[in-house]
């Protein structure tokens, strides 16, 4: 049985957290409605809002290795070891996966964690199989493998150290500086060019990052770690997404300046699209935050969405179209240009030192 709604919780004033709201799940026919009344008593009881504590759940996955099948990102595997995310950024298209468990997009997402624990026993098993050659590995590909619970559950590093057992090729993407805890396993892998770490940054406000991505890493705290990975030799990258028109493409060229100064040699950019079931979150997020912009930001987001505020299709969906698109893209590359970043082609993650990893017993690891 899925875990219960906190649909008590819905008052519109949780602390520390992205969501106010748990939408009724689009693939179940019962839906709760929170009485008025009711909701009043909880704003007149707890005026500087309430605390809704994270729940972790065991995902019993039977496979860890996912194949990506679309021609706008460039791994063709990833592993995931968390579904739900506690960073609770309120654009999150990873939001609607969780209706799959029969639960919310809203705050479900973010309180509702589940585990991955024996993903490293799984990669091992699949790293072993006789069709595996070494291929690149993406983590995460939906949320993110630094996530606080991971500090204590320790999902991410223990498939890390398989990888670096077998000398497999990964890239991360994280907006958490706890990728730094293991610079020790990254280093290893970066030492046979088969690592490399991006760093999600989408503004240089703590302010709005706290509002936006409210249990991630500050933008300080993102560039200490870009700095501290490219020290120990890991090639890092920075990621400006997504921009938000309106919101924080003024803050592109100083976001690339930053990121730059930090050691990060290569950049991407993600033009903000919100899937349908994210989109009623993030405007509620918006009337909320920044009630005198918010019609004019969602205006603007339809802008580069061809009149709406996703668009599905490959080749767009990323960089979205039109005229503020356009210069959206003619600004990052400008910037790219003028702060050395995406000089020269990219280095492919190698496989060439790929070896099975050890079943059973001590992991090589450095031996």
Request: proline share 7%; net charge neutral; glycine share 8%.
């Amino acid at each position: 049985m899925p875990p219960e709604h906190d649909d008590h919780l819905t008052s519109g004033s949780l602390r520390g957290r992205g969501a106010q709201l748990n939408p009724p799940n689009r693939f179940e026919p019962v839906r709760l409605s929170i009485d008025g009344d009711y909701m009043d008593s909880v704003h007149a009881e707890h005026p500087e809002g309430v605390q809704a504590r994270t729940q972790v759940f065991q995902d019993f996955a039977k496979t860890i290795l996912n194949r990506v099948d679309t021609p706008d990102v460039p791994m063709v595997w990833t592993v995931n070891p968390y579904r739900g995310c506690e960073h609770g950024c309120i654009y999150c298209y990873a939001r609607p996966t969780h209706e799959t468990f029969g639960l919310s997009c809203g705050v479900d997402f973010e309180t509702k964690v589940f585990a991955k624990l024996e993903a490293p026993e799984l990669l091992r098993r699949e790293l072993n199989r006789r069709s595996w050659w070494g291929e690149p590995i993406a983590m995460s590909g939906i949320t993110d493998p630094y996530q606080p619970v991971e500090r204590e559950l320790e999902v991410t590093r223990g498939c890390l150290r398989v990888m670096a057992d077998a000398r497999q090729p990964v890239g991360i993407i994280t907006k958490n500086r706890m990728v730094t805890r293991d610079i020790d396993l990254l280093a290893h892998l970066a030492g046979y060019d088969a690592a490399s770490v991006a760093i999600s940054l989408t503004t240089l406000d703590p302010v709005l990052s706290q509002k936006m991505e409210p249990r991630a890493s500050s933008p300080g705290a993102r560039l200490r770690a870009m700095r501290e990975l490219t020290d120990a030799g890991i090639p890092v990258a920075v990621m400006t997404a997504p921009i938000i028109p309106g919101l924080n493409d003024r803050e592109i060229p100083a976001l690339l300046e930053a990121a730059a100064d930090a050691g990060a040699t290569r950049a991407g950019m993600v033009v903000m699209r919100l899937p349908w079931q994210v989109k009623d979150l993030f405007v509620e997020w918006l009337h909320r935050e920044f009630p005198d912009r918010a019609k004019a930001i969602v205006a603007r987001i339809r802008e580069v969405r061809g009149g709406h505020l996703t668009d599905p299709r490959f080749g767009t969906r990323m960089t979205g179209e039109g005229e503020r698109a356009e210069q959206i893209r003619q600004i990052h590359t400008v910037f790219c240009r003028r702060y050395g970043l995406n000089v020269g082609e990219r280095t492919p993650l190698s496989s060439a030192h790929f070896r099975r990893p050890e079943l059973g017993g001590q992991a090589r690891l450095f031996g």
